[in-house]
């Protein structure tokens, strides 16, 4: 109550309420934890430097990681392997993609922008084991074309 009084003695109060309010702004300083905006804002983004062969270091920004989230995997069948030659990729996208998000996660995963994208949805198979009855879920899959001449490293651990 001592901060709403009129007038106090100048010399016994004012030390001990200036002592306390350092006191209680270095404990919020301490406790202080980041904003939303701090953490997805521009500023945050995970800095990758990389040196080139001819000794030039660049900086880097690295994504914010929404790619992996509409790229699913890429399947990776006989068919999928013939249309590779055809600069075609076929993957699994996530349901509620489109063509626009996908040519773009195409990009910053890979760094190569596709001249074309075709989209499928398909339905999941129902199974029948005795009595009971399931169904798959339900998918979309994505055929990629990329410019003459550019290709993708899919089939790295097959």
Known sequence: ??????KKEEGSEKQPVEQEAKSVVAKKEAKAEPSMKELYGEEN???????????KKTVVTAKNGQAYRI????IITEKGGSLA?????????AKNANKIEVAKAI????GIMPEKVNLMRLEGKTKQRGKVVGKRKDWKKAIVTLPKGKN??????V
């Open 1 to 6: 109550m001592a901060l709403f009084s009129k």
């Open 45 to 55: 983004k995970a800095v990758v430097k990389k040196e080139t062969k001819d000794g």
């Open 71 to 74: 790229l699913i995997k890429p």
């Open 85 to 93: 030659s055809m600069s075609k990729y076929v993957f699994e996208v």
């Open 107 to 110: 990009q910053e995963v890979y």
């Open 152 to 157: 993708i490293n899919v089939y790295e651990g």
